[in-house]
């Protein structure tokens, strides 16, 4: 099983649909992040979370929200969707920097890929 | 503001030759560290090789070096005796210690050509 593992993979959608994300991980990581990926623009920060009670914002939350029910659960929400949401959605999660002396690099899920019509 | 550039969308290298992805970033955060990642086809991310910014080497992983130049703000990635499953898109990132969170450049796709 997957590390990481994100639910759905594919989801197509109308446009003003609630769509949730979910995000889970077994590697017992504090640090939780979900990105979206959309060709030529690389990965952007949509929210990220350090602990169950840590939420921050980062370079597109706009439209998005999320919830860290547990150390290990992460997901995203898309309130009501448009078109322009339409991307492949990224969950990762990190050690942090330099606990025993990783490098706290990202481990990512699968991703999920969302339409909206 | 974009923190991470890299200019290459495309780069072709040809099989067991070295080629070089280009990535500059800025930060006035002295403690930092750079990160290249490989995503092939398939699309699953996999993280290559790590560069802190006080580490007074460059860092080597395998086939994959970073041409860390602290002055200039760039952390290039040479991939060495490139082969066919080299081809991907490669994204730099990086990592601010004041901020934690992790951003990302557009990304380089190489192709290696037979």
């Known amino acids: 099983d997957a590390d990481v593992t994100q639910t759905p993979r594919n989801r197509i959608t109308k446009t003003g649909k609630r769509i949730m994300l979910e995000c889970s991980q077994t590697k017992g990581h504090d640090r939780m992040y979900w990105y979206r990926q959309d060709p030529g623009l690389g990965l952007q920060l949509i929210y990220y979370?350090?602990?169950?009670?840590?939420?921050n914002k980062g370079e597109i939350s706009d439209g998005y929200s999320v919830s860290r029910q547990a150390q290990a659960k992460f997901s995203l929400s898309l309130e009501s969707a448009i078109p322009n949401q339409t991307a492949l959605y990224f969950c990762?999660?990190?050690?942090?920097?330099?606990?025993?002396?990783?490098?706290?690099?990202?481990?990512f899920g699968e991703g999920s890929r969302l339409t909206v019509l | 503001a974009q923190k991470i550039t890299q200019t290459q969308p495309g780069m072709f290298v040809q099989e067991k030759e070295a080629v070089t992805l280009d990535c500059t970033y800025d930060?006035?955060?002295?403690?930092?560290?750079l990160f290249w990642y490989k995503q092939p086809s398939s699309g699953e991310m996999i993280f290559l090789i790590y560069?802190?910014?006080?580490?007074?080497q460059n860092a080597t992983e395998g086939r994959y070096s970073l041409n860390f130049q602290k002055a200039r703000k760039s952390a290039n990635l040479v991939i060495s005796a490139s082969q066919l499953g080299d081809s991907a898109m490669y994204f730099c990132?990086?990592?601010?210690?004041?901020?934690?969170?992790?951003?990302f450049g557009a990304g380089t796709r190489l192709t290696v050509k037979p």
């Open positions: 990132a990086m990592r601010e210690t004041n901020n934690n969170d992790m951003r």
């Open positions: 560069q802190g910014s006080y580490d007074q």
């Open positions: 930060t006035s955060d002295p403690s930092y560290g």
């Open positions: 990762a999660t990190s050690d942090g920097p330099g606990t025993g002396g990783n490098a706290g690099e990202l481990f």
């Open positions: 979370s350090f602990d169950v009670k840590d939420i």
